[in-house]
């Protein structure tokens, strides 16, 4: 290719590119991510594409239709980015032909900055200088010459630049070290040789970590002191290195409590690519040991560390996610009356009883440790007066003491009363939170913890959305990894949790509103408001009145939300507003129990003009309304 501004300005994103090769990654038709990467376009939500669109990406699940939306961001980033960098070389008149090649087979965005490092120095690299100089021919002539024609060419390039006295080639030995600079960065750019020394130091080489001696400490107790003593004199080969060790040296080294390194064999890597090439002089030689050591192998280690981080950040945010949708997909233990207790030993521990629906009912402390007969006796009266059927008790300090005194009480008194332990993690978040000061201004914020425990038993979901995810202590090393990936992930994860169970449109909270598929924060206050003026929704077509709800947020919300009061009885099901037409000529069979033929589902199929599969989750949906995802989950271990 010519390098000409016309040909540069040329050069576009090949989306559908991206697309197969997401595609093959996901082991699905080229069609499918097409049909997401559209929708997406459209302003369509992850959730709404998963449940309401299958016919048009062909019934992908959720996890599939976001992992192409992941996919095809990151990779469109890497392409733009590509391009960006492509176009400032060739801005400063120093894009060649094998530079051109390395930036555009880099397959990572590691890759492509180093490429574009040099370029951003004001200082320019060796090899930037013997170009300027004009020994790029010289170069060339390494790769082909033998050693005694190549000093011979080299006299040719020896010249005195009287204007850029610098620009100047002053013997045949400055020729030869200017061609061979330029070797050194072509060995270093290309990418094949890249990728061949990363296998070879991950295959071969060690993380190794020595402890850092604070000043006026012996080494001796500085180690036996140190948080990180099995890592004080460590290495474990690359290739074994678990992910959570990762985090933890990563997290030494920031603390300046270890000196990380990669132990690799530079010699091995430098042999190696020699015995790959074809030399035909010593200067070559000489040229691919220097790009290694000098430049290639610095950049290899570089990106082995980061390789590694991120997928150690990958792996810590996969399993916080997935700790995180456990908790949140807890059963709910609806329609029992609740009391939460929050155990503490030197403030005593706070007990709040709740009703049905989780209003608060009210409130005492007891002292398990300092006055056990009272705390017994304080118990066994509240669950008296307000008719308890379940004890939650918060999982903290004090805890086993508590349910000691709580499962005496039940045992020598209450037949049908239980109890259960519930994970506090959070509770002092929300505690000391605007939210929480907003539902209970009058309550100090030790009784609000109180009955945070309570409600999180009755709903989990709806207590928990209230937390910022980061908050609810949901992995070891969580604060190890990249913070703001780790937010993004979590909050998708509450997301997809809020989308599974579906939200009741007239007790949901704010907290809960935002998470809903089209929604936001601004429209959730938004149908707060309306709800708190106009009092309770009756139709999902009264949402429409909320103001700045528009066509589109409506459908990809309307779904989610259910209207247990509204008079149209699929207004508290998934059937999606866009097929009540449908939904009702299909009713009377279902209410009759009379079987769905096959040649039902396609009249009314091609009578809506919609797909069969949609008109199968119609049907699914009649037949069993309601679904509650969390039943699958397990449900919290009761005790006497």
């Known amino acids: 290719m010519e390098f000409t501004q016309e040909n540069i300005d040329a050069l576009k994103i090949n989306e559908v590119d991206i697309m197969k090769k997401i595609a093959g990654e996901l082991n699905i038709q080229l069609q499918q991510v097409s049909a997401v990467v559209s929708l997406v376009e459209e302003g369509c939500t992850i959730p709404f594409i998963s449940r309401y669109r299958k016919e048009k990406h062909g019934s992908l699940d ?3 239709v976001r992992d192409c939306d992941h996919l095809f961001k990151s990779y469109k980033n890497l392409e733009e980015r590509r391009l960006e960098i492509l176009k400032g070389v060739f801005n400063q008149n120093k894009l ?18 180093d490429l574009w490092a040099p370029f951003k120095k004001k200082k320019r690299t060796r090899g930037m200088i013997a170009i300027e100089k004009g020994l790029d021919a010289l170069a060339d002539a390494m790769l082909v010459l033998d050693e005694k024609s190549l000093e011979e060419k080299a006299k040719e390039f020896v010249k005195e630049n009287t204007e850029t006295p610098e620009l100047s080639v002053k013997s045949v030995e400055d020729a030869l070290t200017g061609a061979k600079d330029i070797i050194a960065e072509r060995v270093s750019q290309d990418t094949n040789n890249r ?40 290495k474990e080969p690359l290739s074994q290195v678990k992910p959570h060790r990762i985090l933890a040296i990563n997290r030494a080294e920031r603390e300046n409590a270890l000196e990380v390194t990669i132990n690799i064999d530079v010699d091995q890597a430098v042999e190696l690519l020699q015995k790959k090439t074809e030399i035909h002089n010593k200067y070559h030689t000489d040229a691919i040991e220097d790009g290694v050591v000098r430049l290639l192998s610095p950049a290899v280690v570089r990106e082995i560390r980061s390789d590694e981080s991120d997928e150690a950040d990958n ?3 996969g399993i916080f996610s997935e700790n995180l949708r456990n908790l949140l997909m807890s059963q709910p233990i609806k329609g029992s009356r609740v009391l939460g207790v929050d155990p503490g030993i030197r403030t005593g521990t706070k007990c709040a009883a709740l009703d049905e629906t989780g209003k608060y009912l009210g409130y005492f402390l007891i002292k398990q440790v300092a006055d056990p007969n009272g705390a017994y006796n304080a ?96 992995g070891l090393y969580q604060h190890d990894v990249n913070q703001k990936k780790l937010g993004e992930m979590l909050d998708e994860v509450v997301g ?3 989308n599974n169970v579906g939200v009741n449109l007239n007790t949901a909270s704010f907290s809960l509103l935002k998470y809903v598929s089209g929604i936001n924060a601004s429209t959730a206050k938004k149908i707060v408001a309306y709800r708190d003026a106009n009092g309770k929704i009756y139709s999902r077509e009264d949402l429409k009145k909320v103001p700045g709800l528009g066509p589109k947020a409506f459908e990809q919300c309307a779904g989610f939300l259910k209207i247990a009061e509204s008079t149209d009885p699929l207004d508290n099901t998934w059937v999606h507003p866009e097929n009540y037409n449908a939904a009702r000529e299909l009713l009377p069979f279902i209410q009759k129990k009379e079987k769905i033929t096959t040649d039902l589902v396609k009249k009314v199929s091609s009578e809506y003009s919609i797909g069969e599969t949609t008109v199968t989750d119609i ?3 009649l037949q069993k309304p309601n679904r509650d995802p969390r039943s699958e989950y397990p449900a919290p271990i009761m005790q006497k």
């Open 62 to 64: 959720e996890v599939q």
């Open 96 to 113: 060649t032909e094998s530079l051109y090649k390395a930036i555009m087979s880099a397959t990572t965005m590691t890759e492509l900055e």
């Open 195 to 234: 990728a061949f020394v990363h296998d070879l130091y991950i295959k071969t080489g060690e993380i190794v970590t020595k402890g850092i001696v604070p000043e006026g400490q012996t080494e001796e107790i500085a180690q036996k002191t140190s948080t990180y003593q099995m890592y004080w004199d460590y």
């Open 315 to 317: 792996h810590g945010i």
């Open 379 to 474: 118990l066994n009266e509240a669950i008296d007066k307000y008719d308890i059927q379940v004890v939650a008790v918060g999982n903290g300090t004090g805890s086993q003491e508590v349910q000691a005194i709580v499962s005496k009480v039940i045992q020598e008194n209450y037949k049908d009363v239980m109890f259960t332990v519930v994970d506090e993690s959070g509770a002092s978040v929300y505690s000391a939170s605007d939210i929480a000061r907003e539902e209970f201004p009058e309550l100090d914020l030790t009784v609000r913890g109180a009955i945070s425990m309570g409600r999180r038993l009755q709903d989990p979901l709806s207590e928990l959305v209230k937390i910022d995810p980061k908050a609810i202590g949901v």
């Open 496 to 498: 997809s949790v809020v």
């Open 619 to 621: 049907i699914d949906e």
